[in-house]
């Protein structure tokens, strides 16, 4: 943070840290801290200082989501022993890996490989295929659970993530849904 700048950081235990969804973890800067002990905007859910507050005594001011603690707690020991760099050179082979698959089933990819992202793939569906219809085929024919679009492509797009605790075979299994399923639904 201090190298880059960053005032405030914020993650959820889902963004690539192969643990379960249900926690946001947010760092703060001194500088950024120091702004928001003088601010006197209302706040309630979201109050840092209350969740400070209740750290200092190891403690959190609501029921914490504890099987997603000792989820994290197993992928963070998994992570120290597999090596960051090592990690993250394994997601840039899935996305490779995972976008040359995809062209060879005759998808289309939604951004060109120098801006793909290593933590998860957006696909345009085949012409006439709607992407909602196609996601529930593949969720409950082939129990493949995909996401669709977000903000302007909502309803244009399928996203397929591939961060965290995910393998080749795993995107394997996606590929062979996408197979079978596109030729009922094209």
Known sequence: MDKLGIDVLVTASQKAWMSSPGLAMIAVSPY???????????????????????????????TPAVSVLFSLQTALRLMKEQDRDKIFKKHLELKDYFREQIRKIGLKLVVDDKEASPTVTSIWPPEGVDEASWR???????????????????GKIVRVAHMGYVSKKDLGQVLIAFKKSLKEIT
């Open 136 to 154: 529930k085929l593949l969720r409950e024919k082939y129990n493949t659970v995909i996401a669709g679009g977000m903000g302007g492509l909502k």
């Open 32 to 62: 950024a801290w120091e702004k928001h002990q003088l601010s006197t905007f209302p706040r309630y859910y979201f109050d840092l200082s209350l969740y400070e507050k209740f750290g200092q005594k190891n403690q959190t001011p609501a």
